[in-house]
């Protein structure tokens, strides 16, 4: 399965899919980075890689949002991309692109949806007081935060966090989690059932 990565920024979760496709026996490869900014660094990661990136950025087309995605998309199709994965993409995108991409387009959000949807997740939980907090990766609808939920994994709310500890914990737990829900999009484990995601065989 090739995939492309949307990131913005960092790229530590960009960083969990190199590694994970570096296995012999993953069974999934990245053919595309692609950021909407010049100055990401998740796109030196991907060239220490010997992956191919590319920027389409929102500032060349100014109050055009169609055309930046048309761009986008292009650049995804003419890599060969069969699941495009957000990855810290900070841009949002609107219902033709997410329909061109229809459950092919997966996302990485850090908090267990459907709590906390949006930005500032992890104060958000710290201020509601519950005791587990996560992250989830889910097949992209036009709503934010919304979709087919594919995994998720749940990380324990500390006394004594705040907003960056308990963010540091989650963003562990992420790492681990996306590769493991690329896994079981490529070996046709995890398919769309109406709302739902059917897991097919055993998870560990
Ligand atoms: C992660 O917390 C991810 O869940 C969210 O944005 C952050 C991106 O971090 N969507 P990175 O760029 O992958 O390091």
């Not at 087919?148 to 709310?157: E, F, G, K, S, W």
């Amino acid at each position: 399965l090739k995939l492309g990565v949307l990131i913005s920024g960092r790229g530590s979760n960009l960083q969990a899919l190199i590694d994970a496709c570096a296995a012999p026996d993953f069974p999934a490869e990245i053919a595309l980075v692609l950021s909407n900014k010049a100055d990401a660094f998740g796109l030196e990661r991907a060239a220490k890689a010997g992956i191919a990136t590319a920027v389409v950025s929102h500032r060349d087309y100014p109050g055009d949002k169609p055309a930046f995605e048309a761009a986008m998309d292009a650049t995804l199709r003419e890599s060969g991309v069969d699941l495009v994965c957000l990855a810290g993409f900070m841009r949002l995108l609107s219902p033709w692109f997410v329909g061109q991409w229809h459950n092919a387009l997966i996302n990485i959000h850090p908090s267990l949806l459907p709590s906390f949807k949006g930005l500032d997740t992890h104060q958000r939980a710290l201020d509601s007081g519950v005791r587990f907090h996560g992250c989830t990766v889910h097949y992209v609808r036009p709503e934010m935060d919304e979709g087919p939920i594919i995994a998720q994994a749940a990380v324990p709310v500390l006394p004594g966090d705040d907003a960056h500890r308990l963010a540091d914990r989650v963003l562990e737990s992420e790492h681990r989690l996306y590769p493991h829900a690329v896994r079981l999009i490529a070996e046709g484990r995890a398919r769309v059932d109406g709302d739902l995601v059917r897991i097919e065989g055993t998870v560990p």
